[in-house]
């Protein structure tokens, strides 16, 4: 390799530019690419038991967070000028205009989930670091191949990390969201069907917190 190849600049997108890409429509139907650091990616595809854990996912926590946050699935998040991604769910504050003007940013956001069957190195390598960065105080990468829930908490902005970390294959996890508690019951089995039964819990506690294994 040259050396002008080494040390040529890396021409980087801004987010304003990236969305300018996507409204002339550069990119087909079906292509799905995030932004990271200003380089575009192109994302994984998704398969059946990727799609049947975030529609598990999904259905459970918009219902029981119905009127009191937004549930948004594979939806932009920026966390900065050069970042946008589409995590496969978000757990969002509810704002005045709905997101109509302008996307969600790190801070609106109380939880978000990934679902890894082939990407586990780019959630954790990579994205987990960013989230920290910009607040994200919940952090979940359900890892498929893994059979294992890893559960994030309590970022460190400055070490780009989280401070607490704990990985589940069964037994349950309970968190609470505007008052709401949710509880993540693994089931026996995971992830089977993903999670086996997530439900509402029968008592409010505060956002971040969890319950130990049960069993």
Do not use: N
């Amino acid at each position: 390799m040259d050396a002008i190849d080494i040390l040529s600049p890396i021409h980087r997108l801004s987010v304003a530019q990236f969305h300018r890409l996507i409204e002339a429509g550069v990119f087909a139907d079906g292509d799905r690419v995030e932004l990271i650091d200003g380089k575009m990616r192109d994302m994984t595809p998704i398969g059946p038991p990727h799609s049947s854990c975030t529609d598990y996912l999904t259905m459970t926590f918009a219902s029981a967070l119905a009127g009191r946050a937004i549930v948004r699935v594979q939806g932009a998040l920026v966390l900065d000028g050069g970042t946008e991604v589409y995590p496969d769910l978000a757990v969002l504050r509810r704002r005045d205009d709905r997101y109509t003007q302008a996307h969600p940013v790190g801070e609106d956001a109380y939880l978000v989930i990934e679902v890894a069957d082939s990407s586990l190195a780019l959630d954790l390598e990579v994205k987990l670091p960013r989230f920290a960065r910009v607040g994200v105080p919940r952090y979940w990468v359900v890892d498929l191949p893994g059979r294992t829930l890893h559960d994030y908490r309590d970022p460190d902005r400055i070490g780009r990390g989280y401070r607490q970390r704990q990985s589940l294959t069964r037994g349950r996890l309970s968190m609470t969201v505007e008052g709401i508690p949710v509880r993540v019951d693994l089931g026996e089995r995971f992830p089977g069907e993903c999670t086996q039964a997530i439900a509402a819990a029968p008592r409010a506690a505060t956002l971040g917190s969890t319950q130990p294994l049960a069993r």
